[in-house]
């Protein structure tokens, strides 16, 4: 089993040195729209959240893929959510969301060429985006209770918790 | 210099906005390998394209917003410059810089710079996703603050992820040092360029990139900029500068500067501030800080948000930097943290140059103190010396023009000039712009510099030949130019090399550093500028010692000054009255501004 990406979001600075170096690995590219890591800015500040596949253990994503598609696959040993591209309806033009609809952290973003849902494989075990934070906001867990779960939510629903935090308080102007 | 066939061009999109014709342009690549980019191709634009003599606010002003050949590359490679003819001024280059995202989120959208001309009939804001470009309409954004433009461009196209740079109420009404501002605290402020949006009808600039960055030797390019990744986030902790930024950001020198003596006080009275224990060092790392924000890649993070907690201000999230909180701080002798980091980010908000604005409420309020500006010419408002309350209804008198706040919203010559009385003499700017956070009678380098600079003055522009030349390379490429210093240059000429396919060398950086510099000087006569007579600081620097801190009893005595202009003068290549040789000219490549500098000298 692999370990699961962890996050401090008030360490994030949204520099998304993260989505650089995720679509440098994956895609060979400067190209930080086709990486499977996004940082967004919400609020006042604003705050840097960074968005990414949790690996969560019940993986709803997969659930989701229609039956005769089955384009995401779980791969138990790793732990990871595999895509099959050439199985996946948006590569036949279709615009099916449903992995996105599916993920509770809206973590699924969609290549901006090819239109098919990123999925993270955590780089096989060294994630690079882990690698290139600078301030440490993202690191790699290999705790086997670590479920990084709670983690997965709306990046909004995040932020405001986030805003109480590092601000100290909930009126912010 | 190569083969240019096979080196990467430039696209830049060229938006005319009294017709409303937007078109994508090719530059020469003579121009982009000899200028590079950013503030040096800005400056060969601005001679090129735009007559002798214009009126820096009159529809055939040009703006050039340029990115440079490594932005949305590199980490902390996030910079664009803004060049333009200053409107505070009126007869100099103006340029600005600012970091943040903006400037990749313009790569990834597939362009290299943006060339504003015209003046449109209504308000607009220019909307770029991708291959999408289009003016839009802007009534409803017209009178909106910076920080609520942004909200709502992003509101209205329906993605947050939308970079957007946005001028207030103070470009709107062509207040002189108007701002550009955009992630709510970032802001292209210096000489005015907001004015120039303000004057064009344009409210803001919103761009969305999701394309890749087309590169000469991709390979090359994701091995170079990989090395300097490493570098930088070994920068963190290694480098002592580098450490600092990351821990304390760029505020905390307020008080070092304090202790130096050359920190501004009182409208440049003095170098020193009593109240700095209440403003400078630590206090706000403990009091009010929050987390740090990043420039696009950058590993650093030296952007210090935080919020007020306590006072009449508490609540308010703010992100001081060292120069806006310099002059609005102990410049207008205000001893407190919440109201000085508050006051900043209403500057930002409005969009207001706040080093200018803080600089011309010293001003002032030193006339006030004097019985220059009585009471009733300041309409009740009781302008004493960090009076916070007074200075807001001032300022808000400034953002709308009313009154005292009209005159004032004319830049520090402009207002002195009308005030009269003597004034003069306590405007503390030159070529008409305001002097930033250092007092040069305390710092006789920062002085000198003030008083050169192809801008007017700012600590931006560097002391020493080696300094000038890091920071107009940084502003060309367009990296932070924090970063400039904790990095060897050679890595730039590997960058350069694989990302434009230059054959450019090391050799090279002081030749193009010098050709832009000299460029810049030779525009600025051409526009009127007499270097001898305008290269000046103003009396008091020469003659009112400081009376407190370390460089208490210190002048600038005149003939120091102009010793050290004339050593300048003759380590660039100018003749005794700073106007560059026709010799030195010809060595730069540049023959073209010899018949203007040869009529000049005539």
């Known amino acids: 089993m692999l370990g699961r990406l962890d996050i401090r979001y008030d360490k994030c600075t949204g520099c998304k040195a993260c989505q650089m170096a995720c679509a440098i690995n994956k895609e060979k590219q400067i190209w930080p729209e086709a990486a499977r890591i996004k940082v967004v800015q919400i609020g006042l500040g604003p705050l840097d959240i960074p968005v990414a596949c949790h690996q969560c253990s019940d993986h709803p994503c997969v659930a989701a893929c229609p039956e005769k598609v089955k384009a995401l696959s779980y791969d138990p040993e790793s732990g990871v959510v595999l895509i099959n591209e050439e199985k996946c309806l948006r590569e036949q033009g279709l615009q099916c969301q449903r992995c996105f609809r599916a993920c509770p952290g809206e973590a699924v973003s969609y290549h901006p060429k090819r239109g098919t849902p990123l999925f993270c494989d955590l780089c096989g075990g060294n994630p690079v985006c882990v690698t290139a934070c600078g301030p440490q906001a993202l690191s790699y867990n290999l705790d086997p209770c670590f479920e990084s779960r709670h983690l997965n939510r709306n990046a909004y629903e995040i932020a405001r918790e986030l805003a109480v935090k590092v601000f100290g308080r909930e009126e912010i102007k | 210099m190569g083969d240019y066939m096979k080196q990467l061009s430039l696209r830049i999109l060229e938006i005319d906005l009294s017709e409303n014709i937007i078109e994508v342009i090719e530059l020469p690549h003579k121009w982009v390998r000899e200028y590079i980019g950013g503030r040096g191709l800005g400056t060969r634009l601005l001679w090129e394209r735009t007559k002798q003599g214009a009126n820096p606010l009159t529809p055939e002003a040009e703006m050039y917003i340029l990115t440079g050949p490594l932005t949305g590359v590199i980490p902390g490679g996030a910079h664009i410059c803004l060049t333009f003819k200053s409107p505070l001024t009126g007869n100099t280059i103006g340029f600005s810089v600012t970091g943040a995202q903006w400037g990749p989120e313009l790569k990834y959208a597939g362009y290299d710079g943006i060339i504003l001309k015209g003046k449109s009939p209504k308000p607009v804001y220019l909307m770029i996703k991708d291959d999408v470009v289009e003016l839009r309409d802007a009534g409803h954004l017209w009178g909106t603050t910076t920080w609520q433009t942004q909200q709502l461009i992003k509101e209205e196209l329906k993605d947050s992820q939308f970079k957007v740079l946005a001028i207030g109420p103070a470009g709107e009404n062509l207040v002189s040092f108007a701002s550009i501002g955009q992630e709510q605290f970032r802001a292209a402020a210096r000489c005015g360029s907001g004015t120039v949006w303000g004057s064009k009808g344009l409210k803001a600039v919103a761009v969305r990139g999701t394309n890749p960055v087309s590169t000469f030797d991709l390979p090359g390019v994701i091995k170079a900029r990989g090395e300097l990744e490493k570098l930088m986030l070994s920068n963190r902790t290694n480098h002592p500068r580098g450490y600092e930024l990351v821990r304390y950001g760029n505020s905390i ?15 440049y009275r003095e170098g020193y501030f009593e109240g700095i224990s209440e403003v400078g060092g630590l206090k706000y790392d403990l009091r009010y800080f929050a987390k740090s924000r990043s420039c696009s890649g950058c590993p650093l993070g030296c952007m210090k948000l935080g919020i007020v907690r306590d006072g009449i201000f508490a609540g308010n999230v703010v992100c001081p930097d060292f120069d806006s909180t310099a002059n609005i701080g102990p410049g207008c002798n205000i001893s407190d943290l919440g109201s000085m980091v508050y006051l900043s980010r209403w500057a930002d908000e409005q969009g207001l140059d706040a080093t200018s604005l803080g600089n011309i409420t010293g001003f002032a309020m030193e006339c006030y103190e004097k019985g220059i500006l009585s009471l009733e010419d300041l309409d009740g408002i009781k302008l004493e010396w960090g009076n916070t309350t ?25 207002a002195s000039q009308a005030i009269g009385k003597g004034s003069e003499k306590l ?176």
């Open chain 2, 427 to 602: 405007a503390m700017h030159c070529k008409g712009v305001e002097f930033p956070g250092f007092v040069p009678q305390g710092g006789h380098k920062k002085g000198l510099q003030y008083a050169i600079s192809d801008r007017g003055p700012c600590h931006h522009y560097g002391s020493t030949i080696d300094e000038q030349n890091q920071r107009v390379w940084a502003d060309s490429l367009t990296v932070c130019s924090w970063q400039r210093r904790l990095v060897d240059p050679q890595i730039y000429m590997d960058l350069l090399q694989t990302t434009m396919g230059w054959d450019i060398e090391l050799s090279e950086w002081d030749i193009t550093a010098e050709r832009m510099l000299l460029l810049a000087r030779a525009y600025n006569i051409r526009e009127g500028i007499i270097p001898e007579k305008d290269d000046v600081l103003p009396e008091r620097v020469h003659t009112e010692p400081l009376t407190t801190g370390k460089k208490a009893g210190s002048v600038y005595p005149l003939e120091k000054f102009k010793a050290d202009r004339l050593r300048w003068y003759k380590e660039r290549g100018c003749d005794e009255t700073g106007v560059p040789k026709i010799e030195h000219l010809e060595e730069f490549g540049l023959d073209f501004t010899i018949p203007v500098i040869k009529k000049f000298t005539q």
């Open chain 2, 390 to 414: 007074a200075i807001l209804e001032l300022w808000r008198k400034i953002v709308k023009r009313e009154g005292i706040g009209d005159i004032l919203a004319k830049g520090v010559k402009c």
């Open chain 2, 253 to 267: 020198s307020l008080t070092a500067h304090n202790d130096e003596g050359r920190l501004v006080n009182k409208n």
